[in-house]
């Protein structure tokens, strides 16, 4: 629920630590999303734009990173496929994570997809760990686009505009 503290992310980087998020900005937000996996050709653009635009974002007061499901065999994969940049990225996330997170999770339905997967989400965080807002999808498709979150986050963070959705 927004306003409340933030769950833990269950997860591991490339070199098999747990999983951190990067310090958020003075005054700004962290942002982190959820993304299906190696399998996904949206992922991997959206995913490849936030490890591009990644310095414009923490200029933006917004740090960012980027978690999924996939094992470490798939995750290797990603990494000589995506080009990553220095992005946090985790994997390795636990089902029980991904559900405490409300993130959909799916069976696999085509070949190149894991046996089970989350499907995409994106969390923004205070600095005091606590929930801001939650964009959560069942399909891949149709994601907020990293303008129009850095346009909206931005209004937020100037505007100290209040958690939304807690009633």
Not at 4 to 12: L, N
Not at 43 to 52: D, N, P, S, V
Not at 99 to 128: C, M, Q, T
Request: glycine share 8%.
């Amino acid at each position: 629920m927004p306003a409340t503290t933030a769950p833990a992310i269950d997860a591991y980087t490339a070199d098999g630590a747990p999983f951190t998020l990067p310090a958020t900005p003075e005054g700004g937000l962290s942002v982190i999303f959820f993304y299906r996996g190696v399998h996904c050709p949206v992922c991997k653009t959206q995913i490849e734009e936030l490890a591009r635009r990644e310095d414009e974002l923490r200029a933006a007061g917004l740090a960012v990173a980027a978690v999924s499901m996939d094992d470490s065999e798939r995750f290797a994969r990603q990494g000589k496929e995506w080009d990553l940049g220095n992005l946090t990225i985790g994997h390795g996330l636990t089902e029980a994570s991904a559900r405490e997170w409300g993130l959909y999770l799916s069976n696999k339905a085509k070949d190149a997809e894991p046996v089970h997967f989350a499907e995409p989400g994106i969390a923004v965080l205070k600095a005091d760990g606590s929930i801001y807002a939650l964009y959560l999808q069942n399909t891949p498709f149709a994601r907020p686009r990293v303008d129009d979150l850095m346009q909206g986050l931005g209004f937020v963070m100037k505007n100290d505009y209040p958690v939304r959705g807690t009633a």
